[in-house]
């Protein structure tokens, strides 16, 4: 228990030293803040829209930011110690390889946590403080949830960044591969599953449709931000098909969770097995 | 007696086909200094490894303070272990202060050792700027700095004195003078180590996998039966010292600016010296005894050639049985 928060206080100041924090922070918040005034301006009027306007558009493009961002704060964790020689030196010291990698994971998921929870929450603040018309209850519900899904998808994508970082002994390399991975999952992904649903005639039973789209933690991430606003689903494309099948959000939030754990889990046994 | 600190016993270790140690015994007992030598790859690391526990072997028994080193207890001996890689660079963005406390932390001890360590190694100006802003040797006594953590019982040391300066290599040899005088045992890891001889107790050559010897350097230079060198300034020629020391079995080589190479066997040496110095013909002399560098070119010398003769012989039996009778 010592080891990890030693790690994780470590990696956590890292992140706090060489501006992630600050960085993704700005990120988020800017982007929250200039979609909620400038969402509207196709329309032809620049000013605060609605809150689930916001939302919507936020996430469809929070889900192309937040993997890239989980997979370039990770990506060299274990690879880039291995290559400058301090994982085989911390692999000599009292500390079992699963709190070396368990320690990692706490504070990259505190970097991209804090992050993403002051930079959304900030956002909504001012958002709620000068938009009108919805409920306040309403608003910081649908805002909780969105920064809830947002915190679990990149922690997923950590959990990515870490197979890749175990898995290869080069740190380009691992590079290269996270770039695929990210564009996989949040564009290729969701072009196969419509070229299946258009090449079939639309005959992929619905209920498979539906959990093809859980196997992917950013469609998870969609639906769970779109299902909250009945009215933006015309806006929503492909993940709306996955909101019509009106998953519970617990059952969605618990499948992104378990999309969390598992790439970590599969990353902690690789490293357990690995020769150094 | 004294306690051995480390114990292997026939160890081997495989990757897949490669045999990267071979029937490996070795023991190092409490406060010894050996000298562990080998070209890249004759199994310096893996047996460095295997010490530390990061991998285990294939065959044979290994034992650090009387423990398996990869085994349950292992986080227990590590308390007691300080271990220096070869070409390590630490997190570039912290100070030296900070990476050798986070160290010192995951030994479970303070921080108030962090600032005496880093004086000791003489980085104590340096301690709070960046790594990335040191020198090659400053980051070897910062690797330095983190082996001495927690004052560990048994000291690992791959490749020590690379990149260091004169000066800071003798430093780091008085360290390993002084560590030996408190009991600790210390293995010195390389492939070529100047001046280490006076500093070790017993060195220990590996070459393929394989112990090639082990022993004291006197020991070794017994078995190696390597010539002593003594260069002499002399009008003398050379035919006529060597008619002179024949009987000592020394030979002499060509005469250059006034100055003759005389190789004789170790055991001729006072007698030999004997005779130079009453011989008034002889202005000036230099010894030199076979270094560890020349014992360890001899010991792997033999593996290269034993090799080539194996299978020297295995292509000559090839020929013969290929060839139709």
Known sequence: ?276 | MTRSVIEMRAVGKRFGKLAALKEIDFTLAEGEVVGMMGHNGAGKSTSMKVILGLIRPTSGQVSVFGHDPAGAEANQLRLRLGYLPENVQFYEQLTGFEVLSYFARLKRIGNKVVAPLLERVGLAPAMHRQVKTYSKGMRQRLGLAQALIGEPRLMLFDEPTVGLDPMATRDFYSMVDELRGRGVSVILCSHVLPGVERHIDRAVILGQGKMLASGTIDELRHSAKLPLVMRLRTSRSPDALAAALRGYGAVAGEARNGRVELQMPVAAKIPVLRLLMADSEVVDLDMEPPTLESLYAHFDGMIRESAGVESAVSATARATQGEPA
């Open chain 1, 1 to 276: 228990m010592r080891n990890l928060t030693i790690v994780a206080g470590k990696e956590f100041r890292d992140g706090l030293r060489n501006r992630w924090v600050l960085a993704i922070t700005l990120v988020f918040g800017l982007l929250a803040i200039g979609l909620a005034y400038f969402g509207a301006a196709a329309s032809g009027q620049v000013g605060f829209t609605r809150v689930s306007t916001t939302i919507v558009s936020l996430s469809s493009l929070a889900v192309f930011l937040i993997p890239l961002i989980a997979l370039m704060l990770a990506y060299d964790s274990i690879v880039g110690e291995d290559e400058q020689g301090t994982l085989l030196l911390l692999l000599t010291y009292p500390i079992s390889r699963i709190e070396i990698l368990a320690g990692k994971f706490l504070g990259h998921a505190a970097i991209l946590g804090v992050s993403t929870l002051v930079g959304f929450g900030v956002a909504g603040a001012v958002i709620a403080t000068f938009s009108s018309g919805a409920p306040l209850g309403e608003m910081a519900a649908a805002l909780a949830l969105f920064i809830l899904s947002a915190m679990l998808l990149g922690w997923a994508f950590i959990g990515f960044a870490y197979l890749i970082s175990i898995s290869v002994t080069e740190k380009s390399k691992a590079a290269g591969i996270a770039l695929v991975v990210w564009f996989t999952f949040v564009i290729v992904y969701d072009l196969a599953l419509l070229g299946l649903l258009v090449g079939t005639g639309g005959k992929v039973g619905q209920g498979v449709f539906h959990y093809l789209l859980l196997l992917n933690p950013t469609d998870i991430f969609r639906i769970i931000n779109l299902t909250f606003f009945e009215a933006a689903r015309t806006q929503a494309g492909l993940a709306s098909i996955g909101a019509d099948a009106a998953f519970h959000p617990l059952i969605l939030i618990g499948a992104l969770v378990a999309w969390v754990i598992a790439p970590l889990s599969l990353a902690l046994w690789i490293f357990r097995r690995r020769e150094i």
